[in-house]
């Protein structure tokens, strides 16, 4: 005896409906909201995809399944339902069914936020849409599609209204077994585990109340008709949402000593989902309390699972399966006389909710477990640790790669010390921001690093030089010739070092003043500077004892040429202001071979003792001694 | 003489409620998206639980305040209106008038934001809802239920259709005295006082078309009915808006020199709160006028608040009071004739309608005013000055602590200049991105850092060191003396001193050249750091004098066996690239003892001293000089 | 002979227009959530403000010239449709109709976000809203109104249902005519070039189901009628929805080997767009082909966007246009026989679809491509480079300025090196946290520049500083002349240098031994420091010889003063630990006159040799030398 379905009922079915499809945004916006930043895409594109796929395979195949000719109550079968003819109520009821089967659907992505693969939560999506939900649903609800009872468990009585038990719990019972076989996210747990922030708890909150609203469709459509129980299943529905809210919010104040908000919004949706089962046969004051229960079991629900180290991102447990056990028995305790099966009392309707939570719960808990293990060995269900701190934005969608690009570059960077590049970001992204402050600190630092650089310099350059005429001291002279050994080595040319010594230098301290003899050193440093080249080295040994480094030679006669123009350039008359001196000096030149093996000081020694040669020669003039290399460069 | 409720009046009441209902989703949007990141949640979560509480006292009392048996046109008293088994048009009735009541508490709650305690927030919500709203509601609308006037505004003619003052208004007033009560923000006005901005205009942009879409149902379901006036109120609503939003616009780009997105945002909610009062009576073109007007006086009102320094958050009174205000006179300058009450005049009309806005104004304002005095001295109705710096969203709620963690860790490390250490966050949370970045920054700059300490090390080293021995020099000597002299007093334990003179170097330089001298002296000192304990510091005071400070000596005896090491070690003969020496020392060792107050130059003198007597004594000794500690170590 | 409308008909227009109008906070989140966070507050404000401008011309000009009387089936002409006592049926119609002109309208915005300027775009809105889609629309669906077909392309027998062609195409076209003339986003082709990633896809997700349950509302209401086709489009539109975002997502994942965001996305927009034209004649099955084919669509659509370099930030050409042209052809392919006008063959119905493709896409495209060339020489219609640089938030609202300002201090400083300061904003403002930070590092920086200087100034000192006595040595006495010899040109005060010698030094050190010679020095070193001004420097030029350097003398009396002051000072005896000497100077006194040239050597040997002088004097005595400035202080 199929009922007449009114244009009205069938307008009040299409637009539940359309509030029921406006769930998935409502959860959309909770589960992104309530994960971390790095897998906020991921979680909303989990929802947008879990419906895509749960329209398509009810329309296929899991309409007919659950509302299709029962095979004994246990399970229907009409592929055709909607595509042969259908009448427009079908459609209708079609439409409000398959909206419900993407609510339960959806529930897990919450569950499971934050380390299920994309592709194992598809998987997900099939196994809840196609395997689970028609099934149970089936069991409770079918035959309502022709205003019969075919279902095993309805016909015994079990009374679920809207689906506390067969959209909620079956979505949390899938939640609850993915998260035990996944286990915890990272870090939540363990040494060093807290709870995990939500991103953006307004998106959470405008979520909980699309849901809020929607779940007037949800429950208010359930009557299949505009019948008079409409109103008072809405109201019914406010009023629990309302104290769920509430209990849950002074209950975790209690708890936690502050307003909590996450606890508040779950108490909420606790209190919705508890009413869902009941909302047709209990009065408002029973609504207020069947509320308040359902945000206070979802409180505890959420400590236990803390306790259990069950991880749950969003709460989808204590919210769809906790308080949709509650809310399934509540039936048995709220419901008005008369509201139930003719021939039970009440603690046999306590038995009957008792036996389909219990049957409904093994059902979609063993049949999920099995299927997550099984897609585990094929998929894999969980992303690497790796891919799990990175972000499943990132790591499974490649979104936010701008924010990787930068972070990438900043690392390379600091373990390169290399402190001149800045990072390059495509402009005014969102890592554009954090680009421009990073290279306005690195900007601020090279100033500051190239003034540490120059003081230290000229620190340096004291330790380095001699004060009075500017020539490098003793210190360098010695690194100079070692480095000068060593590129002999390397490059195979010739070296020389040069030891000059002034002849005359006391007699004109004595005569002209110590100021005079410090005159005359500066011009010798400078004539000496300006003979050789650039590359080379000159430097003051001490008192009038100079000494050169020369590189870079091809032979010994390019030596020569320069000790005569260096004796040439010293024998000038030197100005003072208090006359005029000239200055000679003696030169011994050291040579540098490619094999030679001697160190600095050797070498020094070396032109040391051929400039005592010249000096005993005859002054002015420049020697050199070594091995093979006698030279003599006679006096101007 | 109750009207009769068709199931399509019913039906559309009820989605009309929806409608209503969701608005809490649009001002969670706007609100939230409209104030600081850092109060986001607390606005939000506010926007949440005013709405429950609002349910559930509109259900205990609220309801039957409003629409019971009157008291003489001044309250209603019903508290079972619901309870006990109430019709459907009963619940219908109640579902869109508790969405109405929800609507008027909620809309202060944004111009409170940023500053408003949780807690007191929570009293406001119960205040709004219990003793403001439902009282001047029944002045206006009370009979209602039952499609009578029983109000004594209503009697008198008041028409405020859908509640541009009994809503708007009420909410307006109720925002208005608690900001008076509260004071600006901190920053909002004063020295160096500015706007402050939105943090998610988008979030707020959604809010508005999402307020938009729930004022058809705000002020199509007014009708009570689907009557025929639905179809052109809706319009009237929609045009309304669009017309509020345009001429806000054009007023605050004339004014502000540019198209500036609140003011916009408000007039289109100003447009809508206009027309509410009026949108049965008047037509398309005057909906488009008192929807400009609404707009206008918006922007005019924010910034009259501006100049007044009051600071409303969000606009709030701007839009729900001073357009309100607006659209329930316009009703008397733009209804049709035979709109009102037949046998006033459309001026007497007028006067009605400012008897309405007065008196709901006086009463609403006068006994929120006084409430929320009264809150204050028991709740505190502002969080301190601290907590609205720091943001609500972690001062109340906990909420986003993984940015303060970080920011603590930030400050500590700044204040002890710790630079070694990194911050330490949650991975991947909104604050690991901006860690990741500073621990970034710290590495690059530790890079550095060393570089910049080896640099200073090595310079340093030169004004510590000997160039030719690569001992420490007569400076670090001292430093070493003083240092073991501390140490001595703290410890308990001897020190000593050695001075070591090298009894014939200047026959050696003589002899072999300044060069192998300086050999002669490495080796010396190479075997001194020999004999000695690392901890033990080796100096070369200048030409052939050497110094030793031995610190941690348990007796004296201790030093006599060093001394003789170091003898022997010195006796060995030295090679040279051109021979072969023999150099001895003397050595003078001076102790110091726990008691010593001598400065360090006193010790060294005391070394010098024995040092000399050693040496006359026979060359190749040791001797210590001092009080009591006259010792010999013979020359080998 | 126009259609009765029942009240259910009525009332399900009224809904569904809702829905359409919903549709505009979808594409306010679709489209401010797939662009960059800088132009995210832009594209929302359009999508506002273009839905205020088309509901206002709509009414104004619009509807007539849709629906009013045809002239000719080309265009209407009906001022006063909704001004003269409009029956309830011409209320709901042109709320439907608004609702539709609204969507054609905001389709646009998303294609040009990021670029467009604000005004060019409002003028975008009167284009498209006034002039584009009233027109074509009347050629499909002129006489709707009225049950009565009076466009050309209506009477032709063009099926678009709801708008694949006449909303959403015709949205495309102008789009795509914009995008055209205005050319791709900086950055986003051409060398570097890079697809630009959306800032908030959770947003974005929202929106895609918002527009989803809107499109319910958007193909079920085009009946117009609650009628039984109703629950099949509703169930088809779900369907499409499904397969077209399957379709893309599996596409997407094969061509770029991952699960794709925005392709899905858009998949699903695509499917919905595509089963817009032809959800009243195709079964459940046709539609999830439909839908799949749309998906691929988009998909393919999108790639070939970028690869003929056309930007579309959004995607808006591929989803609206591409989609919509194959669902407009797929009437001709998918209805079941006889929905079309009776006399023609399916092939002439596909011309016909064709027909109506290509003549609204010719006059769409045209006219705006006409019309945007002609905005842009009175508007420009693109912001500057520099303003799409920084984000049209800031550039064009002034919006997120905080961050700005920000940003401006900080490369303020950068460019400056001004290390000491601090960044200051608006506390707990985004900006503030990120300015928290950047305070935070400078800070670290601050101390560790601070050792980094203290370690430096140490290390300098070493070089400029005697470490016997402390004071400044030969090279710090120089500079010291230096600049007195500057400083004197400068003020034209005078200056002094004495040179001082300590008279019997040698024979101190022989007699009391080198350590008293210190102790000697150090006492001569610690009295001329007391004697002379804090201002004045004193220095060890090597030995005992010492000198001063005085500044700012008014006159050479000064000078006397002070000389005579330290010999008195240094004739004070002197204590050692082994007795009490002695010890007195002779001073030589050099005066430098503001016209002198001298270098800062010469300035010294003046003193010198006046030392010299006053020592062969006598000793004990100072004595200046110099032109003109001869002078005697005698020994005490």
Request: net charge neutral; glycine share 10%.
């Amino acid at each position: 005896m199929t009922p007449v379905h009114t244009p009205t009922d069938i307008l009040w079915v299409l637009l539940s409906a359309c509030l029921v499809v406006a769930m998935q945004a409502g959860f959309t916006c909770v589960e992104s909201g309530l994960v971390r930043a790095k897998n906020s895409i991921n979680v909303a594109f989990k929802n947008l995809i879990d419906f895509c796929i749960s329209c398509a395979l009810f329309a296929v195949l899991g309409f007919g399944m659950m509302f299709g000719p029962s095979w004994g109550g246990w399970i229907g079968w009409d592929p055709n339902a909607i595509i042969e003819k259908p009448s427009n109520w079908v459609m209708a009821f079609f439409f409000f069914q398959a909206a419900f089967c993407g609510t339960a659907t959806t529930i897990v992505s919450g569950a499971v936020a934050e380390r299920m693969r994309f592709s194992a939560y598809c998987a997900t999506a099939v196994l809840t849409s196609l395997l689970i939900y028609p099934v149970s649903g089936h069991w409770a609800w079918g035959g309502a599609l022709d205003g019969q009872v075919t279902g095993w468990l309805g016909k015994m009585g079990f009374i679920d209204f809207a689906g506390s038990t067969v959209v909620h719990s079956v979505g949390g019972w899938v939640s609850l077994a993915a998260i035990l076989l996944m286990g915890p996210r990272v870090g939540r747990f363990g040494p060093g585990g807290r709870a995990i922030e939500g991103y953006n708890i307004p998106m959470a909150t405008l979520g909980v109340f699309l849901l809020w609203v929607s779940w007037f469709g949800f429950n208010g459509g359930s009557t299949l008709a505009l019948d008079e129980r409409v109103p008072g299943i809405i109201v019914n529905t406010m009023l629990a949402g309302a104290t769920g809210g509430l209990a849950a919010l002074a209950l975790a104040w209690a708890m936690l000593r502050r307003p909590v908000v996450d606890r508040t919004m779950n108490g909420v949706l606790a209190g919705l989902v508890a009413i869902t089962a009941n909302c047709h046969v209990v009065t408002a004051p029973s609504a207020l309390v069947i509320g308040a229960v359902g945000g206070i079991v979802c409180v505890l629900g959420m400590s236990l699972l803390d306790r259990l180290k069950i991880d749950d991102a969003v709460g989808a447990v204590p919210v769809h399966l906790f308080a949709g056990i509650w809310g399934t028995m509540a039936v048995a305790l709220f419901a008005h006389d008369g509201a139930w099966l003719p021939g039970l009392t009440r603690w046999d309707l306590f038995l009957v909710q008792l036996t389909g939570v219990l049957s409904i719960g093994a059902y979609a808990f063993v049949a999920s477990y099995a299927s997550f293990a099984l897609i585990n060995l094929v998929l894999r269900l969980r992303v690497t640790a790796a891919e799990e701190r990175i972000g499943l934005n990132i790591a499974e969608h490649g979104a936010g790669s701008s924010v990787l690009d930068l972070i990438v570059q900043m690392n390379h960077q600091a373990r390169e010390g290399d402190f001149s590049r800045r990072v390059d970001v495509e402009p005014e992204t969102e890592a554009a921001r954090i680009a421009m402050f990073y290279n306005g600190v690195l900007d601020k630092f090279q100033v500051e690093n190239d003034r540490h650089k120059m003081a230290l310099k000229k620190v340096a350059h004291l330790a380095n030089y001699d004060t009075l005429t500017g020539l490098g001291n003793r210190r360098l002279c010695f690194e100079a010739i070692k480095r000068a050994l060593a590129r002999s080595a390397r490059t195979g040319k010739m070296a020389a070092v040069f030891y000059v010594d002034l002849d005359n230098f006391k007699g004109i301290n004595d005569r002209f003043g110590h100021d005079a003899g410090d005159q005359v050193l500066r011009e010798v440093a400078k004539r000496m500077s300006r003979t050789v080249r650039d590359t080379d080295i000159v430097a003051r040994l001490g008192g009038d004892e100079f000494a050169l480094v020369l590189e870079d030679l091809e032979d010994a006669e390019q030596t020569r040429i320069v000790a005569k123009k260096l004796l040439a350039a010293l024998a000038e008359p030197i100005a003072l202001s208090n006359g005029e001196v000239l200055v000679t000096a003696s030169i011994g030149m050291a040579f540098v071979e490619p094999g030679d093996t001697e160190d600095a000081s050797a070498v020094l020694q070396r032109a040391d003792h051929a400039m005592y040669t010249a000096k005993i020669g005859g002054k002015g003039a420049a020697r050199s001694h070594g091995e093979g290399h006698d030279d003599f460069v006679p006096s101007l």
